[in-house]
């Protein structure tokens, strides 16, 4: 029998023929116009899905994508922290002084007429740290250069230099805040736990930044423990690579920022800017830096943890937004009560949700959160701007440069929702107001009292179109540039 299978067995040749594939030939020179090599140009929604970071691919839409597509990102804010003001009626009687701690801050949160424009400035002021005369002069001495590339570098290291001074203190508190949700979720394990505390405490010692490296090799071991537990969880997976990550961003260097100005002045022509450049760092170091630090009586380690410090603390002081402040406060203290978690934890997490929409790399626009009350009246506003924005359509052929592309959001109460969509293109104001329809005819005829009200200012009026509101636009259709800011190099370029 075995004879007859081996007759019966044909005999094939297992070794698949290989096709002759055509030699460059090493003498032509490459051909940069020749596209037809290009298969397949990355897709623009892929190329978006590549910015998620340890967001895994199935939740990536979900958290990013659908923040611009998403209509209930822009009325997210305003309606559930209303909606949330009033789940804190019902929380038991026995937390009556958390209740009535929340229910005082929510009344701090409301702003009056007057101190609208102080709120708008001062969340302004938050959105970068780059801000000031030293600043000021940063971008009067590149325009001077003409963009000279060793002047621009100069400045962009000084930049770095100055960020990885003040953010340390930022850093080490990442650190910390990811360890401590680790503690939250590992708390079944008091070896686990009890390390994790320990570190989060060091971490938030003023001796943090001198025992750094001892710190990172604890942190790393610890780590490495957690991923061999028996309650390690997907979650927790998308938390330790933003820990390592957070430690990478720490720069321990304190000659970064002397190495910095030497170069940058290195580069710079007359020995006026160069003294009014030191002048402005030294006035930008003193404002920030505690006197024990300029004195010479702290060691070197210790200075560029209390700078970053004192950075905090005097922003703190002059700049601190009362809106924004508030909202993180009444979130703080709403996540610590099982209660408020029961009842508006949904709630909780859309309004996170929402102020991703603040400025960052996936959504670069100005965002302002405005509560106001008057005459016993309330009105919640969100306010979106491009200040790069292209020209509207209808104003491109005749015009350059770029406009200020601004979406108002705002629900009054007992009266509805509007939107406001503005371009502001040099002088001229493009304004597209949406209202409830039920209020329509009552705003169709304000749009000489607008014009009026410009009147003197320098600006006009190039179009006023007054319509009902007939459902929610995302951020992605208004600001219909934004996905393409991401999209990175098309390769037949």
């Given amino acids: 029998m075995a004879d007859i ?89 026995t937390n009556a002084s958390l209740t009535q701690e929340i229910e005082q801050m929510f009344e701090r949160l409301l702003l009056s007429p007057e101190d609208i424009v102080p709120e708008l400035m001062r969340q302004e002021q938050n959105t970068t740290m780059f801000k000031g005369e030293l600043f000021d002069q940063l971008r009067q001495i590149l325009d001077a250069s003409g963009g000279q590339r060793d002047t621009a570098t100069g400045i962009g290291v000084l930049l770095k230099s100055l960020n990885a001074v003040m953010s340390r203190h930022d850093v080490l508190d990442s650190v910390a805040n990811n360890l401590t949700f680790l503690q939250d979720r590992l708390s079944a394990s008091p070896a686990l736990s009890g390390r994790l505390e320990t570190l989060i405490t060091a971490l938030r010692s003023p001796e943090a930044s001198t025992n750094l490296p001892q710190l990172k090799e604890d942190i790393f071991a610890l780590l490495k423990d957690i991923e061999s537990s028996v309650l390690y969880t997907p979650q927790m997976e998308k938390i330790l690579p933003l820990v390592v990550y957070n430690l990478s961003r720490y720069n321990d260097n304190d000659d970064f920022l002397p190495d910095a100005l030497r170069l940058l002045l290195g580069s710079l022509n007359g020995t006026e800017t160069r003294e009014e450049l030191v002048t402005k760092l030294s006035a930008y170091i003193d404002k920030f830096m505690p006197e024990e630090a300029r ?54 997490e859309k309004i996170i949700h929402s102020l991703l929409s603040s400025p960052s790399n996936f959504t670069p626009l100005l965002h302002y959160i405005i509560p106001v009350e008057f005459m016993d009246l309330k009105a919640f506003a969100e306010i979106w701007i491009d200040p790069d924005a292209p020209p509207p359509e209808d104003a491109r052929k005749g015009q350059s440069g770029v406009a200020n592309h601004m979406l108002l959001v705002f629900d009054i109460e007992s009266v509805g929702r509007f939107e406001s969509e503005l371009y502001v293109h040099g002088k001229r104001i493009a304004l597209n107001l949406l209202c409830p329809p039920d209020y329509l005819d009552a705003f169709k005829g304000i749009g000489p009292a607008i014009r009026q009200a410009v009147a003197g200012t320098g600006y006009s009026f190039e179009s006023i179109n007054i319509d009902k509101l007939e459902r929610t636009h995302s951020l992605m259709e208004v600001f219909t540039d934004l996905p393409h800011k991401r999209t990175g190099i098309d390769v037949k370029v």
């Fill in 295 to 348: 004195s010479g009586q702290l060691p070197p380690e210790q200075i560029g943890m209390l700078f970053s410090d004192g950075a905090r603390a005097a922003r703190a002081a002059e700049d601190e937004s009362q809106v924004m402040e508030v909202i993180a406060k009444i979130i703080g203290r709403e996540t610590e009560s099982e209660d408020i978690k029961l009842l508006a934890g949904d709630k909780l």
């Fill in 5 to 93: 299978l081996k007759i019966s067995t044909p005999l094939l040749d297992k070794t698949p023929l290989q096709a002759n594939r055509p030699v460059a030939d090493p003498s032509v020179p490459f051909n940069l116009s020749d596209v037809t090599r290009v298969i397949q140009t990355t897709d623009p929604s892929e190329i978006l899905q590549q910015n998620t970071g340890y967001v895994p691919k199935e939740d990536a839409p979900r958290i990013l994508t659908d923040l611009l597509k998403d209509p209930a990102v822009t009325v997210t804010l305003i309606r559930n922290l209303t909606m949330l003001q009033e789940v804190i009626g019902l929380i038991p009687g």
